[in-house]
């Protein structure tokens, strides 16, 4: 009997009350004693009928809350079994001994007692035990069953699973992932050029035919287009048709340059799409972002950024050269008013310069002489590449004064400070990327295609990924940032040599702007025997560079791959020429080079003759560059790394196929 009970109210103050009535019959006994063996015999009576009163009491008690117990356990076990989740007790060996109606019905069962955890359901997570209390405690996953949602949640002490139907929510959280709303341009990247040489009549037929091609497919997909003018269109869709068109991959971009493919300039798409915020202010701005960034690598390709992902899609073939020079002016006149606001000009470019920075350095050296501002190159220490070249450089003491080191780059930066980047549009690989934190104003001058990762808050961008190299376009801005330009004969050769070395002399990546650059280069003074001389290599490279074409082998019969030998440490440079001498091969449309640099990182250089591009490649393993000259630089082993440019290689070739 619980205390609570046996201290009723009753309980102890009728003892104190017999014992008062004995008091009271002892003191009547003294004066009158039969008168007291009357009361003595009264309340002998009353205790009696109390006592049985109070075992009455009791027997209807425990009768009344052993039923009740009954009736509770009786109920409980009907409630268990009636309930609207799944409850389920396994064994030590993870086999199923007990669970309620709602798992039979759960896996289309009557029964699943006996079966096996890991053959009803997937692995379960297992937490690492509290090393306190030596318990493991609660985990939840969610699992998919006769094409309904579950979400489990365990009790790993008690061995026991909740399951709890969560299909409704599963299905409208899908649906609501699948309608939230995306914003994307779609913009004839080269209209101008594709048109060039038609009538107002042709042209617009050209856009019709393209038109109707893009709205075709818009409907194809349940997009809704607005044409915003002759070359740009806005796009709104959802979650679920964006993922179509990934899945398709853009078809679109082939479709309309394929359909083009008579004129001397086929059409080209670029498309910016944007997901993943609910302001749709937001997704304007990142759309455009997203194009920019398509237009930025080339054109003829789709960016698509979904929250923190960048996707690209297409960029098949190269930049289109625009035959106009009005963005050169223009920018060549924004460069001169900033370096005449600044109390001085620093200029460099990526890590382990090449003569295409020297020479892209050098020419905004000269920019910034014209108009009196102090000028400085930061140069981060020897490099075979330009060996030769800053040979010279160090006869000529004028300038070679103007070549400084980071730290000394560091000691003149001043929020009225201008700094030039080059060749790069990364900070991370340029000489000094503290430089690029420090300064409060920045120029980018870059001929690569725009990859992700990218100075965002420079004050002026001039990114050509048509241009040659950063010569060309330095040299370009010479003609328009000064009415009469100067320049000496070792700086003209050195622009010449860095368009040389880039386009391979003149083989590769060049179109009319780059042979009037180097045209007027010539007329500056440009000595092409210096630029001869420069480039010249060496016996022993020549030797190392047979050596690791030994190695090369062919795979999906036209792309040659080179790794070199364990513990040989070769030097980007010579690891990047190799990859350039086997496109001279027979049948050979691309080529990777796999070494170790002497740094200890081991690098991959990539290059293509325009069918395959390299870029998408080098992207996948975080490196970057052009549709036929890319490279990266990777941790680990050569071993490891051969390995995962075959797994991207497997990979580009499932989805969409290597060669164009």
Partial sequence: MPSLL???????????????????????SYYNWILGLVSLCLVCVLAYVMLQAERRFRRDLVKYVTDLTYRIKRVEGEAIGRLPFGIMLYSEDRVVE????????????????????????????????????????????EVVANERYYELTIDHDERLIYMHDMTELAMLRERYENERAALGIVMLDNLDEAAQGMDDQQRTALIARVASVITEWAKQHRIYLRRLSSERYLMMLNQRSLNELEQSRFVILDE??????????????????????????ELGELAQSSLDMALGRGGDQAAVKAGQRLSFYGGKTGAVEKRTRVRARVIAHALRDLMQESDRVIIMGHHMPDLDVIGASIGVMKAADMYK???????????????????????????????????????????????????????????????????????????????????????????????SSACELVTELLQYIHEKVELSPLEATTLLAGITIDTKHFALHTGSRTFEAAA??????????????????????????ADIIKHARMIYGHIALAVTEEDHKIPQLLIAQVADTLLNMTNVLASFVISERPDGLIGISARSLGSMNVQVVMERLGGGGHLTNAAVQLEGTQAEAEQRLLAVLEEIDKEEGLFE
């Fill in 520 to 545: 007027f280069l010539r007329r500056m003074g440009a000595d092409t025997a210096m630029v001869q001389r420069l480039l010249k290599e060496d016996l022993q490279e020549y030797i190392a560079k």
């Fill in 256 to 281: 309309v340059r394929e359909m083009t493919a008579d004129l001397k300039v086929p059409m080209t798409l670029s498309i910016g799409l944007a997901f993943g915020t609910e302001r749709f202010s």
């Fill in 373 to 467: 501002v102090e000028a400085h190159i930061v140069l981060d220490g020897p490099n075979p590449g330009i060996e030769r070249l800053m040979e010279r450089v160090d006869k000529e003491e004028a300038l070679a004064r103007r070549f400084i080191s980071p730290e000394q780059a560091l000691g003149m930066m001043t929020p009225h400070t201008l700094l030039v980047v080059v060749d790069t549009h990364k900070a991370s690989i340029t000489m000094e990327p503290r430089l690029v934190e420090v300064a409060r104003r920045v120029v980018v001058v870059d001929h690569h295609r725009r990859g992700e990762e990218f100075i965002n808050d420079a004050v002026l961008v001039y990114l050509e990924p048509y241009a």
């Fill in 6 to 28: 046996q201290k009723r109210w009753h309980g102890y103050q009728t003892v104190w009350m017999f014992m008062l009535q004995l008091m009271l019959i002892i003191f009547v």
């Fill in 98 to 141: 007990w669970h309620n109606r709602f798992v039979g019905g759960m896996f289309g069962r009557e029964t699943v007692v006996g079966s096996s955890l890991a053959e009803l359901l997937p692995p379960l997570p297992q937490p690492a035990r509290d090393k306190k209390d030596n318990k493991i405690g609660k985990s939840t996953v």
